[in-house]
């Protein structure tokens, strides 16, 4: 018995002494399963194995090739005009877009979310064609409120002095609030495409084939739209149809972010600064008169 008391005593002043020493616990002499013929073989074996999963692996690895970014009006690059107020596309594609006004989904009850929950599922179980979800971020332009309330204090003349100050104090703060950086408001709209398969289409004597694919397309778009308003109705959000002009108000935005904020849409339209553009549709009569005042400038000077 105290010959084990002893061998374990030494055993740990060993393991003590090798461990400060920092040497390995067993001396390499007496490691025999290191250099026997079985385990350099398996070491061996295992070697081989992975470098043929290593070559294999190389060889099944795809390269990723980073691509330039395409320009950004490429993506218009199909649109052919927009009329009926719908986007008419090549290969007789129209397009459809309706502004999307959200409510409040986390300041509702818990019934209340489950409601809209339902009724935006059950939306989307209808959908068996195309519709897509565009969120546009635009600079928030509060002149047009700016301007009205210094008409209504320039406009009253009965309106104390004090509330004129503190009208003008507001208006100034919401400037400054405007201008000093860049403040966004997040638009969602609903984008319904439908193509026309010339096939189906039956021409009768002295229609017009592009009239009769526009009404078919404005037909099932609006079915498309109908049906989406009527769903999301009932989740508390609505559904509002764009016509000509707001879908060229939304593209003007998306191509013209900072420069709306000073141009804006509704200036250049009441101003028909889109005459500028030599793509403008003119009349007849438009172009006369000016081809007459161009030749009188011409002949005073």
Same mark, same amino acid.
């Given at each position: 018995?105290d010959?084990?008391?002893?061998?374990?005593?030494?055993?740990?002043?060993?393991?003590?002494?090798?461990?400060?020493?920092?040497?390995?616990?067993?001396?390499?002499?007496?490691?025999?399963?290191?250099?026997?013929?079985?385990?350099?073989?398996?070491?061996k074996?295992l070697e081989?194995?992975l470098?043929?999963?290593?070559?294999?692996?190389?060889?099944?690895?795809?390269?990723?090739?980073?691509?330039?970014?395409?320009?950004?009006?490429? /993506?218009?690059?199909?649109?052919?005009?927009?009329?009926?107020?719908?986007?008419?596309?090549?290969? +007789?594609?129209?397009?459809?877009?309706?502004?999307?006004?959200?409510?409040?989904?986390?300041?509702?009850?818990?019934?209340?979310?489950?409601?809209?929950?339902?009724?935006?599922?059950?939306?989307?179980?209808?959908?068996? +064609?195309?519709?897509?979800?565009?969120?546009?971020?635009?600079?928030i332009? /509060?002149?047009?409120?700016?301007?009205?309330?210094?008409?209504?204090?320039?406009?009253?003349? @009965?309106?104390?002095?004090?509330?004129?100050?503190?009208?003008a104090?507001?208006?100034?703060?919401?400037?400054?609030?405007?201008?000093?950086?860049?403040?966004?408001?997040?638009?969602?709209?609903? /984008?319904?495409?439908?193509?026309?398969?010339?096939?189906?289409i039956?021409?009768?004597?002295?229609? @017009?084939?592009?009239?009769?694919?526009?009404?078919?397309?404005?037909?099932?778009?609006?079915?498309?739209?109908?049906?989406?308003?009527?769903?999301?109705?009932?989740?508390?959000?609505?559904?509002?149809? /764009?016509?000509?002009?707001?879908?060229?108000?939304?593209? +003007?935005?998306?191509?013209?972010?900072?420069?709306?904020?000073?141009?804006?849409?509704?200036?250049v339209?009441?101003?028909?600064?889109?005459?500028?553009?030599?793509?403008?549709?003119?009349?007849?009569s438009?172009?006369?008169?000016?081809?007459?005042?161009?030749?009188?400038?011409?002949?005073?000077?």
């Open positions: 018995m010959v084990l008391v002893i061998l374990c005593i030494g055993l740990i002043a060993f393991v003590v002494y090798r461990m400060a020493t920092k040497q390995p616990i067993i001396p390499e002499q007496f490691k025999f399963w290191k250099n026997n013929e079985t385990t350099l073989a398996a070491k074996g081989e194995k470098a043929k999963k290593s070559k294999s692996t190389k060889k099944n690895e795809v390269h990723y090739v980073e691509q330039e970014p395409n320009v950004f009006e490429e /993506l218009i690059d199909e649109i052919v005009d927009i009329n009926f107020t719908m986007i008419r596309c090549v290969n +007789y594609r129209y397009v459809m877009m309706a502004e999307v006004v959200p409510c409040n989904y986390y300041l509702r009850s818990q019934a209340e979310q489950e409601a809209i929950d339902s009724s935006f599922e059950s939306w989307l179980a209808t959908l068996n +064609y195309q519709a897509t979800v565009y969120i546009h971020n635009k600079f332009d /509060l002149s047009e409120q700016l301007d009205e309330m210094k008409r209504n204090m320039t406009e009253q003349r @009965d309106m104390p002095l004090n509330a004129l100050k503190y009208g104090a507001v208006v100034k703060d919401l400037e400054d609030w405007q201008n000093k950086s860049p403040r966004y408001e997040t638009k969602r709209y609903l /984008l319904f495409s439908y193509e026309v398969k010339t096939s189906s039956k021409v009768q004597d002295g229609e @017009d084939f592009e009239q009769v694919a526009m009404e078919k397309a404005y037909n099932e778009l609006m079915r498309r739209m109908s049906n989406a308003s009527n769903q999301l109705q009932a989740a508390n959000m609505f559904v509002e149809p /764009l016509a000509h002009d707001g879908i060229v108000e939304v593209l +003007y935005h998306t191509f013209n972010r900072r420069k709306a904020l000073t141009a804006k849409f509704k200036n339209k009441e101003e028909e600064q889109m005459s500028l553009y030599v793509t403008a549709d003119q009349t007849d438009r172009v006369t008169l000016t081809k007459e005042k161009i030749s009188a400038v011409n002949e005073s000077a």
